[in-house]
């Protein structure tokens, strides 16, 4: 199996190929029974479970509470506000009955057709409508805002073409849902939780990110503006990895959410939503992964450190065993995920491709000469370099090599972006370099219909007009219409 | 507001409506606009994800991983195991299709008739089934046994008769679902989860319960035995608040799944789930809150101490926050989560009242006059008693009121059950005393009918035969028949 494990397809020659197989190899998903859902395994659930101790903890010292609202949501409240439901109500999943009967001629059972709702019940695609449903009741003071409430939830929308963690039928997610009494705030609000976002990516992920403004064509349905978080993957496409909205006063005008004000005038309510989802998975096997398998910044790495003792025999094993079991001590009282494993049914070599897969950021062997010698083996996994340490000082320099192999996918990420981030004046360059992907700085006239043109001839789209990008007026590579600045352009996921 | 919040109906004049008014009263949860769906409202939440996480930790400790499986379950998967489709299969969410479009006639949207399901799909109401369907494709050597999976989700139920927490449509809840390679092991993990919910509840919950295992009757469908745990309500009524299933081989003879055993014979796997949810929200509000409003173990509370400065101005307020300042941080650094009230928008009256509510286990009120007698007054929820307190070691102090609350509400919980748990020998006593509620300890022959008799003509049902019950043979108390022991008897939520 270890050779097996390792025989991946290349990065190089298939990058599709070599993400659906990393995901099953180190034993992250599998597709399940039913079209479209997936199965998140113990170690990929294991570090979802990290992000989401990690937002969650950033969500609260921002002032935010978590709630839960109903998974089914009445068909007629998608119809509410106009996009939303242009945007939402396609391709969901639909209850239409209550109950189902046996059947005597197959043995099984069928649906009663007596048990027809009255309305059909939708599997929420997401909550803005079922959520301001309810803050319509719990609203009504400027003193009652602003209300910021968070929920992590499964959602699920019908799509046709699904690959686990970037697109499924079903996913996991957290969407946050806030209201304000004043514009200005919701905007401060829209802005401060795409900031978390991309603390989270930068400082948690690894994976550096653009913050910008999403064009009209590619907002969420039903918000006056998308901001987003866009990362590159390594195959030169970007993958938008968070999004927060500003919503204005669309939702609280669909469901009559009005607030009487300090001058005692009744106005309506401004609204933001945001969320990230398991697709961040996703973004984080293919910024950092490679040939040889998974590879995971610490901060987010369910083992950080695996120790794999190397012995002939009970005795050899014990005199390991007594000798590092201080080391261990130390290592978890400085709050690092430390995993021992003397398992006598795997080779060595076994757990060493085990682990190397799987992306454990370190790992120790030690042998009886080591053992001998006050010293041990350690592996990182980004490099892969073999170095002899101390068992002297071995706690710290784990530590250490932690800090520095976090910081490292960090710098090794950015600088891939960097040197794939080209700066375009020509629309015919522009064509062409686009098939080998990367991020393009370009002039756009602002029009969906040099937008469209685009996505037609390059497959590629507007991803955000940057925060911190280049305000230049110039004119638009496509039509040599005026331009307010360069935007970012790419193909996606 | 302050008076109206303590203008509850008392527990003694309507108990069923005293609970559905706290409920209300103290933010937990209110009606969705989904029949039989409720919204957890953020303090409600915070209590959930109170037990959540430290229910996750000991299952952990126990060697437990999470993993997540597809919500929707394909209908024939339910007709694989006999007993279970009998059970399940019947009040279900049924989504049949995929697909809404444009309703020119209303402006609205409709189910598009094209985009039917070849195969219906049931939204979760357990996941024996999905998981079994997965588990084939992990387990084949021995090696890969014990499987020990924990899924947190929602399910749904489609009941005809809801309450908050207690029963709902869709509820929250974790499924724990194992893989033994032989029955004595799988048993003793049924017993061993059992032991954990029960330790929750007693050391986390403060509530008391009764360990034993289900007659054939009450059995999960499915299931060969169903341990459980039972507890007292306020009103006489039982309680089953967590459930350990020991399932044979039914799920995996239903889902064909074997390995091969160390002999290198293939055989069935033992399979075990267990779950508890949000109904214990219901179970802890019944047992310790009274006619104020929610009473809350210390262990489970969200803020587990609020202080209140009472002050007239500015300057008033600084000295009061400037004395407390350190002694928050003191009692933060011990783990105790607080909450420093200083809001002017709001008279303390009101705050008592509403953290009164809201069940906080200890309030602490500082005036003028207090800071300059170094003391504070302290309020214990459960008992509502005042105490002048120093301020010099106020955070010591707070810490022993707390562990005295925790351990007095359990004290308090287990008096009351004790007081109306009856042995009883005489079915005629029995029919006269159950209309007061109670646990009763009696003889049963054992059979079906007499269950169902006792059953039709009390309300009452066999909760469990005890696990240290009372095991001397007797005559069963309606029919005169031998009886092995004696069970516990009671109406039940």
Redesign the interface.
Known sequence: MAKELKNFTKRSDNYSQWYNELVIKADLA?Q???RG??????YG??IW?KMQRQLDDMFKATGH???????????????READH?EGF?????????????ADKES???V?DPEARLEE????RPTSET?IW??FK?WIHSY?DLPLL?NQW??V?R?EMRTRMFLRTA?F?WQEGHTAHATKEEALEEVRRMLDVYAEFAEEYMAMPVVKGVKSANERFAGAIDTYTIEAMMQDGKALQSGTSHFLGQNFAKAFDVKFVNKENQPEYVWATSWGVSTRLMGALIMTHSDDNGLVLPPRLAPIQVVIVPIYKDTEGLKAISDRVAPIIGELRAKGVSVKYDDAD?KRPGFKFADYEVKGVPVRIAIGQRDLENETAELVRRDTLEKQSVSLVDLADRVVDELADIQKSLYNRAKAYRDARTFTVDSYDEFKQKIEDGGFFLAHWDGTTETEERIKEETKATIRCVPFDGDKTPGVCMVTGKPSAGRVLIARSY
């Open positions: 599998e399940s029974a039913v859902c997936m199965v998140i395994k113990p659930y294991a479970e509470q978590n709630a839960y609202f109903p998974l089914l949501i009445p068909k007629s409240f998608l119809s439901v109500a396609k391709e969901c999943a639909i209850v239409t009955h209550y109950r189902l009967k043995g099984g059972v649906v059909e019940l939708i599997i079922i449903s309810t009741n003193r409430i939830a499964n699920m019908w079903e996991l049914n």
